[in-house]
């Protein structure tokens, strides 16, 4: 099945700077990338996808990148600010006849410091 | 966007009794439903696939007969943990399908913090 491997763990930036979390993927047929954002508590939301037909997404602060050949895809986060410090799942699917179970990678916990 | 909720929000149970969870989409329909449990500080597992008239996929190493899922119609599922026990403390979440609004995009319901004394 798939393996979808997330890292840094935990992710300490400045107000202002710029944040970029890493996942890799083991299933070549997975097509479908989202990334969740989640408080303590909360229920995890969706802040961006990419689908495996783009390279590149972008959504004001928000940007994902896909390499398919390499199998992975990351998440840029610019200007980051106090409230995006949450927890960050990336994760992975095959859309389409695949059952869309998504695999989750195990979280980085992001702290954006004043 | 599309609205899941969850009831209840929180529960306290005694050892060895049973829990129902319902997972609701509000304002779409949802052929298949997914139970997640998620333990502190670590990551979401797929627990069930649970699909509309029809039995639910377990995940390796979740035993069916203690966490028994129904999926009555196109806006609701429920995960009923039987006979529960300290260690199944955790937070459920479950999430949802919209396959009719032209993506596959998941929408995940507020969670509910079970707690087995």
């Known amino acids: 099945g798939e393996n979808v491997e997330q890292h840094p763990s935990t992710l300490s930036v400045q107000e202002g700077d710029s944040a970029v979390i890493k996942c890799t993927y083991s299933?070549?047929?997975?097509?479908?990338f989202p990334w969740y954002k989640q408080e303590l508590g909360k229920r995890p939301q969706l802040i961006i996808d990419i689908r495996s037909n783009v390279g590149e997404k972008k959504d004001q602060r928000i940007a994902v990148t896909l390499n398919k050949t390499a199998k992975h895809f990351s998440l840029h986060i610019t200007e980051t600010q106090p409230e995006d410090s949450a927890v960050y799942f990336c994760?992975?699917?095959?859309?389409?006849?695949?059952?869309?179970?998504?695999?989750f990678g195990t979280g980085t916990q992001l702290k954006v410091e004043l | 966007g599309a609205v899941v909720s969850q009831h209840p929000s929180r529960v306290i149970c005694k050892s060895g009794t049973s829990v129902k969870i319902e997972c609701r989409s509000l304002d779409f329909q949802a052929t298949t439903m997914f139970w997640y449990r998620q333990f502190p500080k670590q990551s979401l597992m797929l627990m069930a696939t649970s699909n509309e008239g029809s039995k639910a996929t377990y995940e390796q190493g979740v035993e069916k007969d203690k966490f028994l899922i129904n999926h009555a119609s196109l806006t609701l599922s429920t995960l009923t943990v039987t006979s529960a026990h300290p260690e199944d403390s955790s937070f459920y979440i479950c999430?949802?399908?919209?396959?009719?609004?032209?993506?596959?995009?998941?929408?995940f319901g507020p969670g509910t913090r079970l707690t087995v004394l």
């Open positions: 994760a992975a699917s095959k859309e389409g006849g695949g059952g869309n179970k998504l695999t």
């Open positions: 999430s949802a399908r919209d396959a009719f609004g032209g993506t596959d995009t998941q929408y």
């Open positions: 299933d070549s047929a997975s097509n479908y």
